[in-house]
């Protein structure tokens, strides 16, 4: 066969017309994409015109006195307002600093937590042990009146009165309390406190009580040390109160019921790509009768461990129903430091159930009007879905018609 013989010229322009096919189909490209960019941003100045439009009326005829980065954060809150998820907020950087320090479940400060009624008097709610304040001698019912001389209503907003009380670890404060008609100062030192999430007791019968405040960090460790110690008591019933648990954590959640559920599905979620993750326990599991605890407060995470517990079997739910939340926040950090806490996934019950405006039917329904306040210091007597899950798990007890043998233990997974 007789072979071509390419000259330097057609060479040339063979690279010449690849070069400029190249650049023909480079720059229409690039045209097509820029005019597409063009598009979108010329979309976003339409859309977000009315937000100029009324920084700029405020600025030429507002009278009173602001500063516009509060209007921008009130404009950054208006906007997640604006989806309509009641689980979905913006929060300043300050607020995002609070609340990151509240589910590390440890700050420092004095172990106090308060409660401020119609007549702004701050009272004492609980007392954290070996904490600052308890080592003080302050009790839950001391009205608090001032901190370092300054009276606690000079202080601003009651939400501010924290960040007076808290401080660099070692620092002194002063906390002036009202206690019977007398007023009683006390100084102590800023120290790290870390605020138990579970409280543990045992009640009649060998029932052993367990209050959960939420699925914050940590409170699964001390969840499962709590619920041995009942349990080396002799605990032969157990009753979890979720009531006004605001959630938490889902991992922590899933620790707590892996302890409690057989093997299987706890909890699953599945984001806005349709991605579907599980949560799921082990085989390993307490068998003692149960009975979970519920309100309309009992929302997200702690809506989900009666749900789980109660779909599987191992326990009924006595109490009010539930709110009836479907989705799981994420909280978003912001380049300021500000955040979202913004709804990203739908989560469902191991039979696969959404909770979202539905909420837990109790199997026991007992209704209780109070706020968290006067439940708090309600006498346990006088609780009557307390009583009434003390009923429930009591004539578990009674109808067991042999125990297990061996000793019930948590498992260590």
Not at 293 to 305: G, P, R
Request: charged share 20%.
């Amino acid at each position: 066969m007789k072979k071509r013989t390419i000259t330097v010229t057609t060479a040339l322009m063979i690279v010449l017309l690849t070069a400029v096919a190249t650049f023909n189909i480079t720059f229409f490209a690039s045209a097509e994409y820029y005019n597409n960019r063009l598009g979108d941003l010329q979309d976003l100045e339409t859309r977000y015109a009315k937000l100029r439009n009324v920084a700029e009326t405020v600025g030429k005829y507002f009278i009173g006195d602001y500063t516009e980065n509060d209007a921008i954060e009130g404009a950054a809150a208006g906007y997640v307002d604006g989806l309509g998820d009641k689980w979905s907020h913006y929060y300043t950087a300050e607020q995002t600093a609070q609340i990151l320090e509240d589910e590390a479940n440890s700050y420092v400060g004095v172990g106090l937590t308060y409660s401020v009624d119609d007549s702004n008097a701050y009272t004492v709610l609980s007392v954290a042990l070996n904490s600052p304040a308890a080592e003080a001698g302050i009790q839950v019912g001391d009205v608090l009146v001032a901190v370092d001389g300054v009276p606690v209503e000079q202080l601003g907003e009651p939400s501010e009165l924290s960040t007076y009380v808290k401080g660099e670890e070692g620092t002194p404060v002063s906390l002036t309390i009202r206690r019977d008609g007398t007023e009683l100062t006390f100084d102590m030192k800023r120290a790290s406190v870390y605020n138990e999430g579970v409280e543990a007791r045992m009640l009649e019968n060998k029932i052993g009580y367990l209050a959960i405040d939420g699925f914050d960090t940590n409170v699964d460790v001390e969840f499962k040390t709590k619920l041995q110690s009942l349990i080396d008591q002799g605990a032969q019933g157990l009753i979890f109160d979720v009531r006004w648990n605001p959630g938490g954590f889902l991992e922590v959640m899933r620790n707590m019921l892996d302890l409690l559920l057989p093997e299987g599905v706890v909890i699953s979620t599945v984001d806005k790509q349709g991605n579907v993750k599980e949560y799921s326990s082990d085989a390993d599991c307490l068998t003692l009768p149960m009975t979970v605890i519920v309100n309309a407060d009992s929302v997200s995470a702690a809506e989900f461990f009666a749900a789980a517990l109660q779909e599987y079997g191992v326990a009924d739910v006595v109490g009010a129903h539930t709110g009836g939340k479907g989705y799981s926040q994420q909280l978003i950090r912001l380049s300021d430091g500000s955040s979202i806490n913004l709804s990203t996934t739908r989560y469902y019950t191991p039979k696969g159930n959404n909770l979202a405006g539905v909420g837990i039917t109790p199997d026991y329904p007992v209704e209780m009007d109070m706020d968290y306040t006067t439940f708090y210091y309600l006498d346990p007597a006088d609780d009557t879905q307390l009583q009434k899950a003390i009923e429930v798990v009591s004539q578990k007890i009674s109808d067991v018609a042999a125990a297990p043998s061996g000793d019930a233990a948590v498992t260590t997974p």
